[in-house]
T-cell receptor, first 116, second 112 residues
């Protein structure tokens, strides 16, 4: 079974530039998550989708971050304009349903962003 | 606010030397506590879910336990391939989105 696919794996940009990350979840998984992991810290939830709809985006910096999930499958996360503090690994995860009973999320390998 | 604190931040052991990792949590009402393993350059990989105090789960050399305030991940006779960062996360009752709140992780190194 194919896992969660993310691209690009690495991205280096200047501050104030924009960047987009793409995620393809495991087939059949209704719930998709974007997490931000700063070096030395645990992942922090940015946004959670259930099919096409947003379930939780309370920690998404909406002045610069946006995300969408078209047709309930692939998702993109965009940052515009980027700041130095956005340097992190952006992890996409999926689960069969809301992380309710088991807490089992399937993570991709992440997209590492460096903002100079 | 839900909080998860893991200790130690880093732990170095010799192969075969057993030890425990700690996860202390503060949550309004615990729905579940989860352990994940993360290898360098990879995303976290699910290990266990614990739901109530007194519960235990085992997988190979790993055993997770849960009390009302903390969880332990016991590693028995570890091997070098057990080297990784171990993440603990909690999920609170009543949060509509049922999101996971992660700790900062414990970086475990097993020397041959």
């Amino acid at each position: 079974e194919a896992g969660v696919a993310q691209s690009p794996r690495y991205k280096i940009i200047e501050k104030r530039q924009s960047v987009a990350f793409w995620c393809n979840p495991i087939s059949g998984h209704a719930t998709l998550y974007w997490y931000q992991q700063i070096l030395g810290q645990g992942p922090k939830l940015l946004i959670q989708f259930q099919n096409n709809g947003v379930v939780d985006d309370s920690q998404l910096p909406k002045d610069r971050f946006s995300a969408e999930r078209l047709k309930g499958v692939d998702s993109t996360l965009k940052i515009q304009p980027a700041k130095l503090e956005d340097s992190a690994v952006y992890l996409c995860a999926s689960s069969l349903r809301l992380a309710g009973n088991t807490g089992e999320l399937f993570f991709g390998e992440g997209s590492r962003l460096t903002v100079l | 606010e839900d909080q998860v604190t893991q200790s130690p931040e880093a732990l170095r052991l010799q192969e075969g030397e057993s030890s425990s990792l700690n996860c202390s949590y503060t949550v309004s009402g615990l729905r579940g506590l989860f352990w994940y393993r993360q290898d360098p350059g990879k995303g976290p990989e699910f290990l266990f879910t614990l739901y109530s105090a007194g519960e235990e789960k085992e997988k190979e050399r790993l055993k997770a336990t849960l009390t009302k305030k903390e969880s332990f991940l016991h590693i028995t006779a570890p091997k070098p391939e057990d080297s990784a960062t171990y993440l603990c996360a909690v999920q609170a009752i009543g949060q509509g989105a049922q999101k996971l709140v992660f700790g900062q992780g414990t970086r475990l190194t097993i020397n041959p």
